[in-house]
């Protein structure tokens, strides 16, 4: 197919280019780093495919970015000597949402301004943010190792269709041309354009370069040479020493691999010594993306193997619990003909995730015991979105499983709020003179938990139990028998033993009773006898006149519950 064709926009596609344009009109200059950061990534995949073929280079070996403006025509190009696109790949790319997570951000859109602005930001705005400042777009792309006259034109207004035409295209890779909407002038100017790369794309590790400017004196005025400069540092940020990055830049890197638009929550930066050799640059999200709990879904992780590109998401480098760390892991020991089921057999690798896990959780740890209020406000926020997926970890985790324990917050009767932040070290502090065991409760909602006839006699005692309301707390539970020592106990199961906490005159007086309601208790259990397992006298009750206790080796009610909704 050589002649023009024209083709519709997703649906999906053309309702986030509305939202787009509109909410985020005042961050419009993020157009540079998102076409920035494209082009870089398909410097990437170039470098990448080309380990295992050479020829992809082409005799231009340099990989680099251009960007140029033309004041006359008004036009802003970003170019790349990347891998470029085929036909195919252009009309999938650039015409379709393929992310995970498409359907639950569309369906949180609002229509308040401010609010899906910041959804956008967090969904990724990526190539469609350009149409924020142009209203016509041209892509001309030829994939790398295809023949110039494979070339590809897409282009747009950004309004509901685009058009793809064959072109004869010498080099390989992409260029970007933005034809600039009225009134947005201010991008015609090397100036302008240069402080922007500075400010968001100065980690990208290629070049960035631009035309030179000079002052004519005789002309008086600034001219333009064919001569070009590298305007970022054009070095990998995480093999930079720290002392050279500054917040900044990391923060602009964050953006970049996750293609998030907030700030990371807290992140962290080493070269690890010793026996694997490798960088680690790793983030903590200040929020969960929307398919956190797809547990199909890669990690976050980028891995490079010296300097070059390996692969995203690359899910052997972070165990399945902490898949929301994102960042970049940049070994020196790999072969760079890995592949993924290579890195699942890799003593190297399972090297690395190792010593990742720990930096994960000392990052975690450091806020969590923070003096700081700033940094304990930062594990609350951590626990608000990520605590949950941290409680797989106890059961995922068998060498971790103490610390990770440490880590986790829960509510508790000792406070009115379905807020989780007591930890186990806090429970403990406050145990009752006699006391032995963690109580907690489990149940479907923070309500039900809390208003359990299990508590009544602990809040007569004034024992806090901790209350479990999380759909994982079960599954959790059946890998977290005790806390330093500490046995953790159902209010819900068996025989209740409040050991003593329980004084010599309640026990004569609980005998007694006992004895009085024998003969009741035989005629319950030949009555019940196919409903129920056994029936007793219970004392754990001060309100409710009876209820239903779980065996102590068996699956407690809400875990049945749960089970028996799974269809199990
Ligand atoms: P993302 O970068 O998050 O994948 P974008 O909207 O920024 O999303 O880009 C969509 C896709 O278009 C990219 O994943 C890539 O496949 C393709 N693409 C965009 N720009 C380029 C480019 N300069 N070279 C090659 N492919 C590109
Ligand atoms: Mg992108």
Redesign the pocket.
């Known amino acids: 197919v050589s002649e023009k064709q024209t083709l519709g926009f997703q649906a999906e596609v053309k309702q986030l280019l509305q939202l787009m344009i509109h909410s985020l009109y005042s961050n419009k200059e993020i157009f540079l780093r998102?076409?920035v950061?494209?082009?870089s990534?398909?410097a990437d995949k170039l470098r990448f495919e080309a380990i295992n073929n050479d020829a992809l280079f082409e005799n231009d070996p340099e990989l680099k970015i251009k960007v140029t403006f033309d004041k006359a025509a008004r036009t802003i190009t970003i170019s790349?000597n990347?891998?470029?696109?085929s036909r195919d790949?252009a009309i999938s790319?650039?015409g379709t949402i393929a992310?995970s997570g498409t359907k639950e951000f569309f369906s949180k859109l609002s229509g308040d301004q401010q609010k899906d602005a910041a959804l956008i930001g967090q969904f990724?705005v990526?190539?469609?943010s350009a149409f924020i400042i142009a209203d016509k777009i041209t892509v001309d792309?030829r994939r790398a190792g295809a023949s110039a006259a494979e070339g590809v034109r897409w282009e747009s207004t950004g309004a509901g269709d685009f058009s793809v035409e064959a072109i004869n295209k010498a080099s390989r890779?992409?260029d970007?041309t933005l034809h600039l909407r009225e009134g947005e002038d201010e991008y015609l100017s090397a100036w302008k354009l240069k402080s922007i790369i500075r400010k968001y794309s100065d980690h990208i590790s290629l070049p960035i370069v631009m035309q030179k400017e000079e002052w004519d004196e005789e002309k008086k005025e600034t001219v333009v040479k064919d001569e070009f400069e590298t305007v970022n540092q054009a070095s990998a940020l995480w093999a930079r020493s720290k002392s050279d990055i500054t917040e900044e830049q990391y923060v602009e890197f964050y953006k970049h691999v996750s293609?998030d638009f907030e700030a990371p929550l807290t992140y962290t930066h080493n070269r690890v010594e010793g026996r694997s050799e490798y960088t680690q640059l790793l983030y903590v999200p200040s929020r969960a993306p929307f398919d956190l709990w797809d547990r199909n879904k890669r990690g976050g992780i980028k891995l490079y193997i010296k300097r070059v590109f390996i692969m995203d998401d690359a899910e052997q480098l972070m165990p399945i619990y902490l898949r929301f760390v994102k960042g970049v892991i940049d070994s020196s020991d790999l072969p760079l003909n890995v592949s993924r089921e290579i890195l699942q057999e890799s003593r190297d690798v399972r090297v690395i995730r190792e010593g990742s896990t720990k930096r994960v959780l000392s990052l975690l740890e450091e806020l969590a015991n923070s003096d700081d209020q700033a940094q304990k406000d930062k594990y609350a926020t951590f626990w608000k979105e990520f605590g949950q997926v941290l409680k797989e970890g106890i059961g995922e985790d068998a060498t971790n499983k103490e610390r990770i324990a440490k880590l986790l917050r829960f509510a508790s009767t000792a406070n009115d709020s379905d807020a989780q932040t007591v930890s186990f070290a806090d429970y403990i502090g406050r145990m009752k003179e006699g006391q032995s065991k963690i109580y907690y409760a489990t149940g479907e909602t923070y309500a039900a938990a809390k208003n359990s006839p299990h508590l009544e006699i602990f809040r007569k005692k004034g024992v806090e139990v901790l209350l479990l309301t999380d759909r994982v707390d079960e599954w959790m539970l059946s890998f977290l028998q005790d806390f330093e020592g500490k046995e953790l106990a159902s209010v819900a199961k068996g025989g209740l033993d409040l050991g003593t906490l329980e004084d010599e005159a309640e026990k004569k007086q609980h005998e007694e009773t006992e004895t009085q309601f024998k003969d009741l208790v035989e005629k319950m259990k030949t009555a019940l006898a196919d409903k129920a397992k056994d029936v007793r006298v219970t004392f754990r009750l001060t309100d409710s006149p009876a209820c239903l206790v779980a065996d102590e080796n068996e699956l407690s009610g809400n875990l049945l519950r749960m089970l028996k909704a799974a269809g199990q």
């Open positions: 998102e076409l950061s494209n082009a990534d398909a790349d990347g891998i470029g696109m790949e790319h650039l992310k990724g990526g190539f469609y792309t890779g992409t970007i293609h």
